[in-house]
Structures are given as structure tokens and as C-alpha cells.
């Protein structure tokens, strides 16, 4: 009898430890990042680059990720209100802000664009006091809120009277962190690279394995003091009730591990060599010594530009299974060839094999992407929480951003259809064989060919007026342009 109720009261204990881990891992994690650069008075260099580079590390630790970019003071509002609704109870939210902010008589303002402000008396008018958000995020019930603040770069209204550099101090409401790019009062940095002292701190210490928010922030400070020469102290007001990590991945979390003595250490995930460690960076294909960029969006290693290798054919029906890797240039210029990549038929890429994800045209250790993959990326790229994911295993136009995330901003002949956040670089191409504007459009082949008719493969279309991506089916004699990802 009393070996049955032992027995009882640990099964018991263990549904309620699974129940409990299985709580804690099923939160949502909501992220908001702006970043406002093109001011009238004071531009900056960097804040749209912080934004940017920050929900990239975000996306690839979990995140749902809405960023926005140079927004006046009704579009600011609308996104935060737009965001906060879609915290449901008990989730995570995070929102970093780059850019100008201030303090006037005691209160905290975000500073939006486009508004011209002549006194102190219309700041409370025509920017964003940092109570909206507050407030916001305290009516949604969100469990966690992180608050990330880049600002007080300089004070763009410091003929005022009464206004100062920097924030002024605010205690974090309960559940909340705040960090705060400098101490209050102080003046932060932009920076003379491609991110502020802050930020390039932050994107280094995100993904630290094993450490508390506290100790990342306590990370944070320490590398902006050592790159400031003590010029720029980075401060947190706290009240969080919960711990948390931004690297929560289940494998090695230190929530399941820290009471455990006899754990062996956890290997690391990442097991990319040291060419692709980071989110971008540059490879060699040695097969004919051209350089490429590469990029890591979510879990995935992708080339940042379009594959160039082959001997030019001077016919768009010119290739030939000789064992010689062959690709068409636009209007049979081999310079056209070095701005847009090369152009190949399916059989071409997949160098005459029909097996899924096979290396084909790509370079050692890369491969072909399957359909499948280039979904995988596509639900990365889609930062818009709200739209359903499912929509993406379906053909047609599917998305409602990922299309602009993932195009280069000089995408389109007249203006810029693109926002590039992920630096996946898609440039309008257009194709050889299907009457396209090279000015305007951008096809690319996966490997996976349409099993209802063996002759037609599937595809993806980046369309200069569109913001998704539209998946396809065309015969395989089209020359697309290709991406390779890595193995």
C-alpha cells in the first residue's frame, strides 16, 4: 500500500513538472522593433540598421517579430496599438526602439518624423510619450514585457528651456524590464560603424547561452563602458516576477538542467564551422574562386545572391547534359551574367538528377532548396503575427510581407518595392523565357518537381508590386535564377 502511493505521488509530481515545462515552453514570444533614422533635423546613421540587425536576432531566437521603420507619430501609435493587441494573456513582449527620444518636464518622449515642432509646449502634442506603451502593454496581460530603449542620441530641441539629454528615470511597472542605452540623463552614442555602442553590445550578447536577462544586460553594460572609454553607462529598472532567457532552447536550457548534478555538458547547436558563424558573411566557391554572400534566416545558412557558374550558352534552348556546368545571360551579354546571376533551366540546376535537395549547380555543401525549405524561410521572413502560417503550403500569392522582407530596397524600375530586412538581396531579373521585365520581377527554382505532372516544377515569384511571394508551377525548360542553401 505504501509502495502504491509512493508510486502515485511521484507520477503525480512528474505530470506536474511536464505540465509545468510544457506551460513555460508553449508561451508566445512577441517582439516590436522601430527604428527611426531620417529625421529633418539630426538624422542618424544607425538606427534603422539597429532595428533592422536586431529583429534578425530576434526572428533566429524564437521571436515573432514586428519591425518598422521612419514612422511619424500616427503610424508609431498604430503599430503599438496594432502589436499589443495581439499579446494574448501570459505571452512575452519585447519592444526595442532606436532613435530619438527625450524628456520634457519629467515625461519621456519617443520622436516620431515629419512633425515640426517650434516649442516645448507642443512635444506632449506631436511625439509619443513612452506611458502609451507602458499602458499598452499593462492592458494586454502579457505575462513578461522586456522594454528595450536605443535612444537619446542627441536632443534635436535642446534649445528649450526646460528639456535635457536623455531619459528621465521610470520605475519598471511589475513584470517589466526596462534597459535603457544610458544612464538617465545622459547622452547615448551613434556610433561611427554599422550599428550604436548599444546595440552592436546587445546583438553580441543576445544569444550568450545560459544567462539571465539580468546578466545580459550586466554584459551589455560592460562592453558599451569598455567602447565609450566610460562615456556611456547602460541602465535597467526592474520588476520582472519570472525568469527569463532569451535562449530557451529545450536541449539546454538551464530552467530544466540548473538542479540537475549529473548532467553531461550540452553541446552547443550550432555546429557551423567558423566561415559561418554570426548572420552573414562571405564564402569562396572553389570551383571557379567567385565570391558570394551569405545569410542565416531563422535556422537555415542561404546564399545572399544569385548563383553564377557555368559556360555561357549563346541559346536559351542551348543546354546540354555534357557534364559542363552551362548557364544563359540575359541578351547573350556575359556582363549581364555578373549583375544578375546566372540563368538555368531545371535540369540544368539539378544537373540532370531529379532527387530532392540535391547539391546540383551549388557549391560543395550546399544543395538545391526543396519547396519545403524555401516555406521554411518564407514563415521566418513573414513577420506579421497575424497572419496564418498554414496559408503558406498552398500555391498562389501567400504571405502579406515576407515577399518585401526578403526584396532588395532598389526592387522595381521606379520606386523601391523592397525593405531587404533578412539581406537575402532578391533583385528584380526578370527571366528569359517568360516575357518578363528584367527591371521589375524575380523567379527562382526549388528542387521539388510537381508530382501530378512530371514535366513542371515548383517555383517562386517575387513580383515588383507585390509584398508576398507567389508559389507556382512552370515547365522546366524556364531559365530562373537559383539560390543555393546550405547543407
Not at 556610433?191 to 544569444?207: F, I, K, M, Q, V
Not at 546564399?303 to 541578351?331: D, H, P, Q, R, T
Request: hydrophobic share 35%; with cysteine; aromatic share 12%.
Amino acid at each position: 500500500m505504501i509502495y502504491q502511493i509512493s508510486f502515485i505521488m511521484k507520477n503525480i509530481f512528474t505530470c506536474v513538472i511536464l505540465l509545468f515545462t510544457l506551460t513555460l515552453f508553449s508561451q508566445n514570444k512577441l517582439a516590436l522593433v522601430i527604428g527611426n533614422s531620417e529625421y529633418e533635423s539630426s538624422p542618424l546613421r544607425n538606427a534603422t540598421n539597429d532595428a533592422k540587425d536586431i529583429a534578425i536576432k530576434l526572428i533566429n531566437l524564437g521571436f515573432d517579430v514586428t519591425v518598422r521603420t521612419n514612422l511619424n507619430q500616427d503610424n508609431f501609435e498604430c503599430v503599438i496599438r496594432d502589436f499589443t493587441s495581439s499579446i494574448t494573456k501570459g505571452d512575452i513582449a519585447l519592444f526595442f526602439y532606436s532613435g530619438h527620444g527625450m524628456q520634457v518636464q519629467g515625461e519621456n518622449y519617443f520622436i516620431p518624423l515629419n512633425k515640426k515642432i517650434y516649442s516645448e509646449e507642443e512635444i506632449k502634442y506631436k511625439c509619443t510619450n513612452t506611458g502609451y506603451l507602458l499602458d499598452k502593454l499593462h492592458k494586454s496581460a502579457s505575462g513578461t514585457n522586456i522594454i528595450i530603449l536605443d535612444a537619446c542620441r542627441d536632443n534635436p530641441f535642446s534649445g528649450f528651456r526646460s528639456s535635457s539629454k536623455g531619459f528621465t528615470a521610470v520605475i519598471a511597472p511589475s513584470g517589466t524590464i526596462i534597459s535603457y542605452s544610458t544612464a538617465p540623463g545622459t547622452m547615448a552614442y551613434d556610433g561611427e560603424g554599422r550599428n550604436s555602442p548599444y546595440t552592436e553590445s546587445l546583438l553580441e550578447c543576445l544569444d550568450i547561452p545560459n544567462l539571465q536577462i539580468e546578466e545580459v544586460f550586466k554584459e551589455v553594460r560592460n562592453k558599451v563602458i569598455s567602447k565609450t572609454f566610460n562615456r556611456q553607462i547602460p541602465w535597467e529598472s526592474s520588476s520582472l516576477l519570472k525568469e527569463f532567457y532569451f535562449d530557451e532552447d529545450l536541449e539546454f536550457s538551464p530552467l530544466l538542467y540548473k538542479d540537475l548534478s549529473n548532467v553531461d555538458e550540452i553541446e552547443n547547436k550550432n555546429t557551423d564551422d567558423e566561415e559561418f558563424s554570426g548572420n552573414k558573411g562571405t564564402f569562396i566557391d572553389e570551383r571557379d574562386n567567385q565570391e558570394y554572400k551569405w545569410v542565416r534566416i531563422g535556422d537555415q545558412i542561404w546564399m545572399a545572391e544569385n548563383l553564377n557558374i557555368g559556360e555561357m550558352v549563346i541559346n536559351k534552348k542551348g543546354f546540354s547534359n555534357n557534364g559542363i556546368f552551362e548557364k544563359y545571360c540575359n541578351n547573350d551579354n556575359l556582363n549581364n551574367c555578373l549583375i544578375h546571376g546566372g540563368f538555368y533551366s531545371w535540369d540544368e540546376v539539378m544537373q540532370y538528377s531529379t532527387k530532392e535537395s540535391t547539391q546540383g549547380i551549388c557549391p560543395d555543401g550546399w544543395h538545391v532548396p526543396s519547396d519545403s525549405e524555401w516555406i521554411k524561410m518564407e514563415e521566418v521572413a513573414e513577420n506579421n503575427p497575424k497572419f496564418n502560417k498554414k496559408y503558406f503550403y498552398q500555391f498562389g500569392w501567400r504571405g502579406t510581407n515576407c515577399g518585401k522582407n526578403l526584396k532588395s530596397i532598389h526592387f522595381g524600375r521606379k520606386r523601391n518595392y523592397g525593405e531587404d530586412l533578412f539581406d537575402f538581396n532578391v533583385i528584380p531579373n526578370g527571366s528569359p523565357t517568360r516575357s518578363s521585365d528584367e527591371n521589375k520581377d524575380a523567379f527562382f527554382y526549388t528542387s521539388t518537381f510537381y508530382s501530378m505532372k512530371p514535366n513542371d516544377v515548383i517555383v517562386r515569384f517575387f513580383l515588383h508590386k507585390n509584398n508576398d511571394i507567389c508559389r507556382r508551377i512552370v515547365p522546366k525548360g524556364d531559365l530562373l535564377n537559383v539560390r543555393c542553401i546550405k547543407n
